[in-house]
């Protein structure tokens, strides 16, 4: 009562059609142009007989079927227990051609029945054609044909034993075994991780089809001497510009919310409705590249070379990802999304989470209700960080930590709202360690980080942006703000049909509350004074009410600058990356500058794009921001009315001892460090209210250099909290 097969039915071109938000078309692409069934005369007996020897070495032998494979399989689904994989050539012919790929008992017992009937009505060789031409191996490539011109710009019989091993490799699982990647399927699919895998099964293929004698000793010899790397990736039909990394974010969001498979989903026959607008698509790509033009010149500057942006545009109380910039494009061998990348560290626009869990948790030294923004601590560069035990952290060698701004400037003690404003680092190292590098991990989840791009450690330089998560998930964290507290994950696609008919499992996502609303609301008031009078101040520009953080990482390899507004929240990243191996470069030079910070190029594209995007858009504010928490002075930090005369008895020892267990004794400023932190008894932007009576300006934005979050410690790598940031 079952049917057989038929390759030629299999091959049938079905596009893949993505719609924008407004439900025009976006871009329709297929496998259609990539697939071509040939005869077995046109596949090279070395591509046969690596797939029989790597995954059916009894398949001239065997009736195509393996009985108890499939008896155990049943027996196994109908305990409850997980499926399984493995079965003859035949079967996964049938599986390719027939079948959905769901593991059911009744597809099972249809598998059988069908590979019985196709071992009598086909040959053994036809059964190897089909199975090759209906073969999915990656990129797209259905087909032995397909992928030998996808992978070697070669013809399917103009293979050698050596590439042949490496596509029959690609069958046991393309996303993982395409030696270029797919990090943007799978985190776990690196460029690294697949080379290695490929090239392991490659090379135990063909020692497999020397011992089955399909390899002579110097057919295998010459085979094995070298690995014979595919060529890169090339751009498909339609799949230019932003368009590609517009579908392939959304069809990383179909595949991870549903149980749809990529072999399947790169057959077609799927309509996609996303939530991109095209206008912002438009203004962020003409934002990037209109900056780019007016600040790099790689072609006559060195340091320009190979500077990349990433950028995502997502809605508050929503979580719907309205535009994303990738990257150059496809079509200039650019297959990474740099909106959704990881790798590049964040640098000081972690901060904010740092003060959400302060003002969330509170710190050990306080009651729980919570730190107020007022609150002081010591900005000076070049501070021991303490433990809540009251040890200092150590380096390796056992020397104390120091922790550094990027300038030396003496701030003394002053608010963490200052702090934010200027960027400086000491004083969110320590007060991370004061709160508890947990609680900010934890802030940081809530808000929309995901765990595996905050795997760098919970040392002191975590609290200033050590984690890489990407540009969509900083947008959308900081979209929690100015939703007040309320995160919704981000997302792509609204609706997926298939031939016409909905499929489920795509509808919004729901809200959590990541923090109190007046939480959210005082991060908020104290990221608009970052760009009212700020490491952010080009973003005044917008002309609008706005609030935003800056971040420069170690080495200046990484710059971004994330803000929001009530209506739209934008992140933009940049960074130098060797295209031989993804190493980030430092920027220092670039743009003919010493040193590029998040305050400048970065915050120049996204100024230029949110004026796009918000344009005839009404601009309602932030709510505001009452009140909250308590006053919790770092220790040491002067009362409202110091004295500034302190005996030399005061002053304590400023070698503190330490031993192998990782200790030093307690902290106490001395008295040359206490006499520099009068002027700072006022509050922000104020005067001083000293003993002397006088009046002086507090430091402005100007008279420090750069943001103060580049530096790293004072024994550079060599230390317990190298890593990649300052």
């Known amino acids: ?44 007996e070395a591509m046969q007989y690596s797939v029989i020897s790597a995954e059916n070495k009894s398949f001239y032998s065997d009736p195509g079927v393996d009985f108890k494979g499939i008896a155990r399989a049943l027996v196994n689904m109908a305990q409850g227990g997980e499926t399984q994989g493995g079965s003859t050539i035949t079967q996964q012919f049938v599986k390719n051609t027939y079948l959905s790929q769901d593991q059911t008992l009744t597809r099972k017992f249809k598998e ?13 060789p036809e059964i190897l054609q089909g199975y090759l031409n209906t073969s999915y191996f990656g990129r797209g490539a259905y087909g032995i044909q397909a992928a030998a011109q996808t992978y070697y710009g070669v013809d399917a019989k103009d293979l050698t034993p050596s590439q042949c091993a490496v596509l029959a490799a690609l069958l046991k699982g393309a996303t993982y075994y395409d030696p270029a990647g797919n990090p943007d399927i799978d985190t776990a699919a690196s460029k690294e991780a697949n080379y290695k895998r490929s090239h392991d099964r490659w090379a135990w293929i063909l020692e497999e089809m020397h011992k089955d004698k399909h390899l002579t000793d ?21 799949m230019t510009g932003q368009i590609s990394y517009l579908a392939d974010t959304a069809k990383k969001y179909v595949l991870s919310h549903s149980d749809i498979t990529e072999a399947r989903f790169d057959q077609g026959g799927y309509q996609i409705y996303t939530t991109f607008q095209k206008d912002k698509v438009n203004s962020l790509t003409a934002a990037v590249q209109k900056v780019q033009k007016e600040r790099l ?11 990349q942006f990433g950028a995502a545009s997502v809605v508050p109380n929503d979580g719907a990802i309205v535009a994303l910039y990738g990257g150059a494009g496809y079509e200039n061998n650019h297959f990474t999304n740099n909106a959704d990348t990881s790798g590049v560290p964040v640098g000081s626009t972690w901060k904010p989470f740092v003060l959400a869990a302060a003002m969330e948790y509170g710190t050990y030294k306080t009651s729980p209700e919570g730190v107020s923004p007022l609150s002081k601590y010591n900005g000076n560069d070049n501070l021991k960080v303490q433990r809540p035990d009251g040890t200092y952290y150590l380096n390796k060698d056992n020397s104390i930590f120091r922790q550094r701004n990027e300038s030396d400037h003496a701030w003394g003690y002053i608010s963490l709202r200052k702090a934010m404003e200027q960027s400086i680092n000491t004083p969110f190292v320590q007060l991370g360690v004061d709160v508890g590098l947990t609680h ?11 765990t595996d791009s905050m795997l760098q450690g919970l040392n002191p330089s975590f609290a200033i942006g050590t984690s890489t998560p990407s540009a969509i998930r900083m947008a959308d964290a900081y979209a929690t703000f100015a939703a007040s507290g309320k995160h919704v994950d981000p997302y792509s696609v609204t609706e997926v049909k298939q031939d016409g008919q909905e499929l489920g499992g795509f509808d919004k996502p729901k809200s959590s509350r990541a923090m109190s609303a007046n939480v959210a609301n005082n991060v908020t008031d104290v990221l608009q004074n970052v760009i009212q009078n700020g490491t952010g101040q080009n973003a005044k520009a917008l002309g609008r009410t706005a609030a935003g953080k800056t971040g420069t990482t170690d080495s200046n390899k990484s710059a971004w600058f994330v803000g929001y507004t009530q209506q739209l929240a934008t992140s933009v990243a940049m960074f130098r990356e060797n295209p031989k191996d993804a190493e980030l470069l430092s920027m220092n030079g670039t743009a003919g500058v010493p040193s590029i910070h998040g305050g400048d190029i970065p915050t120049s594209v996204w100024t230029e794009y949110m004026k796009a995007a918000l344009k005839g858009k009404n601009d309602p504010g932030f709510p505001e921001a009452t009140k909250i928490g308590e006053i919790a002075d770092e220790a040491g930090a002067p009362s409202p009315t110091p004295t500034p005369s302190i005996t030399p008895s005061e002053t304590p020892s400023e070698t503190p001892s330490a031993t192998p267990s990782e200790t030093a004794t307690s902290p106490s400023p001395s008295a040359s460090e206490s006499c520099q932190f009068a002027w700072n008894c006022a509050s922000d932007g104020g005067t001083d209210s000293g003993s002397t009576g006088g009046t002086t300006s507090s430091p402005t934005a100007t008279e420090t250099t750069g943001e103060g979050d580049t530096r790293g410690n004072a024994n550079g790598g060599g230390n317990l909290f190298g890593g990649s940031t300052g």
Not at 27 to 42: D, F, L, M, S
Not at 112 to 124: C, R
Not at 220 to 236: E, S
Not at 297 to 307: C, H, L, Q, T
């Open 1 to 44: 009562m079952v049917g057989v097969p038929d390759e030629n039915t299999a091959a049938k071109s079905q596009n893949n059609v993505y719609y924008w938000a407004d439900g025009k078309q976006m871009v329709a692409t297929g496998t259609g142009v990539n697939r071509q069934n040939v005869g077995i005369a046109e596949i090279p």
């Open 112 to 124: 059988m029945f069908i590979s019985v009937k196709v071992g009598t009505k086909f040959t053994k």
């Open 218 to 238: 110097a057919q295998y010899q010459d085979a094995i001497k070298k690995y014979p790397l595919p060529q890169g990736r090339k751009a498909t039909k339609g």
């Open 297 to 307: 010149d790689p072609k006559n500057r060195e340091k320009d070379k190979y500077v």
């Open 440 to 450: 900010v991990r934890d802030m940081a989840h809530a808000s929309g980080i995901l």
